[in-house]
């Protein structure tokens, strides 16, 4: 594996990790219930795409009911 010869200066240091910083995720709020979403993904609030319904989540909480009161 390679090495370096020399220890990086602090301010070397800094230059070559300069490009490495974190970017916010792209938040935009969903056009149906206004709750915020991630740009080009299904709203897990209300499941709608582009205007359509594409997650049923009536069915999911239905789901979550029942696996849940099965387990107690």
Same mark, same amino acid.
Request: hydrophobic share 35%; charged share 30%.
């Given at each position: 594996? @390679? +090495?370096?010869?020399?220890r990086l200066s602090h301010s070397r240091q800094g230059n070559?990790?300069?490009?490495? @910083? +974190?970017t916010a995720p792209a938040v935009m709020e969903c056009p149906q219930c206004n709750s915020p979403k991630l740009s080009h993904q299904a709203c897990s609030v209300c499941g709608t795409?582009?205007?359509?319904?594409v997650i049923?989540?009536?069915?999911?909480?239905k789901k979550k009911a029942?696996?849940?009161?099965?387990?107690?």
């Open positions: 594996m @390679a +090495l370096p010869k020399r070559h990790r300069a490009h490495v @910083a +974190l795409y582009n205007g359509r319904t049923d989540m009536e069915a999911i909480a029942d696996k849940s009161k099965g387990q107690q």
